[in-house]
């Protein structure tokens, strides 16, 4: 197949909102700098739901959705040399070049090697998609576009895993859980005995938990509007619970009470800007900091008074936890190896492709975590 049109499945997004139509797509080969990988397993996260949706400005339709995924590399095209035909790999949505003003920051996982393209659906080479059905172009998403068994990234984009892990699990190491571990290890940097909070306990939340409870955090608060959740937080290292809707008072002085002036660390895990607001408000006087991992929609902007600030209080944001992708995604995958960190107790459901809508519509019920696609 080297060199030539590979034709294959994949679920394209026509249009916001309208259920994804399982197409047979032509997916070119790879150019200079880039890498046409097998997807074997893919996984869906709310970002995907958010941008076909239509609330995320850089949505663009038709488009092959899809972020969080493990496949093998079919072919690399002219002066890739880090990855090869038949290795094992996950695709990163956030490059690593190491070259760019980003990658050598030392201050950064973002790079800025190759956003502009996939920003707006395409490939850094020729600004054109290889995606297309009968010569109708089809644009990527996010460099990955893992809904398609096969798609085409940039060698920056992708990270070479261990062969003997499995690509079933792995795949969530592309996105939601290196998210979660990263906001608390990379952006927060959450030291033993702290009191941490965190908003929606969704894979996201969990994570963040997780990191936490590795951080030796001594209260870990998880604060979600479904009390169905609670049960598998404790799994995950939560230790306390909060339901707002228990509670008259707005949350964060509920939680400024039960900690005795506010929380050392909150982390924002649903993409709601006013419990963005909340996050921050619960934070403690003069240290408190509050990290943003939520997507919230075009249109959407935050505000607090300034005095939140001016007093000590620190709002961040992370993507991908901070984690620079292919230098670090290898080693999340080898801590899942040795156990040190979970990957399978975030798996709730397991269908195939053609099952694309239907892992759509779990992934709004409440008992869903990650829904993986085996391709
Ligand atoms: P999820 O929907 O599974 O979890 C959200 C949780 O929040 C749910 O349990 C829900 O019940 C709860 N919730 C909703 N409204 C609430 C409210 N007002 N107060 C308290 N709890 C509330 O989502 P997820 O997959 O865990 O993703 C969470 C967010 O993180 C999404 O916005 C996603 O797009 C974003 N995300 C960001 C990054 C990043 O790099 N920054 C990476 C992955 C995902
Ligand atoms: N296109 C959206 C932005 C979405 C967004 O913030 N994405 C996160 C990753 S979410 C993964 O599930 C991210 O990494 N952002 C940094 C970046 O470079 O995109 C919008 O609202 O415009
Ligand atoms: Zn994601």
Redesign the pocket.
């Known amino acids: 197949t080297q060199g030539q049109v590979i034709t294959c499945r994949a679920a394209v997004a026509w249009e916001a909102n309208k259920p994804l139509v399982i197409e047979e797509v032509q997916v070119a080969p790879p150019q200079a700098g880039e890498v046409r990988v097998k997807i074997l397993f893919t996984a869906l996260?709310?970002?995907d739901a958010?941008t076909w949706s239509g609330k995320d400005p850089e949505g663009l339709f038709p488009c092959i959705l899809g972020h969080e995924a493990a496949g093998i590399v079919e072919s690399v095209g002219e002066g890739v040399t880090e990855v090869q035909p038949g290795d094992h790999v996950i695709p990163c949505y956030q490059a690593e070049c190491r070259e760019c003003k980003f990658c050598k920051s030392g201050k950064t996982n973002l790079c800025g090697k190759v956003r502009a393209a996939t920003g707006v659906g395409v490939m850094m080479n020729d600004r054109k998609s290889r995606f297309s059905i009968n010569g109708k172009p089809i644009y990527h998403f996010m460099g990955t576009s893992t809904f398609s068994q096969y798609t085409v990234v940039h060698d920056v984009s992708v990270a070479k895993i261990d062969p003997k892990a499995p690509l079933e699990k792995v795949c969530l190491l592309g996105?939601?859980v290196p998210?979660g571990l990263g906001a608390v290890w990379n952006t927060a940097k959450v030291e033993a005995g702290s009191i941490v909070a965190i908003?929606?306990?969704?894979?996201?939340?969990l994570a963040v938990a997780e990191g936490a409870k590795a951080a030796s955090a001594s209260r870990i608060i998880g604060?979600?509007?479904?009390s169905n959740?609670f049960d598998r937080a404790k799994d995950f290292g939560v230790t306390e619970f909060v339901n707002?809707k228990d509670h008259d008072k707005p949350i964060q002085q509920v939680l400024i009470d039960l900690t005795d002036g506010g929380v050392d660390y909150s982390f924002e895990?649903?993409?709601?800007v006013s419990?963005m607001r909340a996050a921050l408000e619960c934070c403690h006087k003069g240290w408190g900091t509050s990290v943003i991992?939520?997507?919230a929609a075009s249109g959407q902007e935050i505000s607090t008074r300034p005095f939140q600030l001016v007093t000590g209080r620190v709002w961040k944001g992370?993507?991908?936890?901070g984690f620079k992708s292919r230098s670090q995604v290898p080693m999340l995958v080898d801590k899942y190896m040795k156990k040190e960190i979970k990957v399978d107790e975030y798996i709730t459901h397991n269908l195939t492709l053609p099952e694309m809508n239907k892992a759509f519509d779990l992934l709004h019920e409440?008992s869903c975590?990650r829904c993986v696609l085996d391709m």
């Open positions: 996260c709310h970002t958010y996105c939601g998210t908003f929606g306990l969704g894979t996201i939340g604060i979600d509007i479904d959740k707002p895990c649903i993409g709601n419990v991992v939520g997507v992370t993507a991908f936890g409440g975590l």
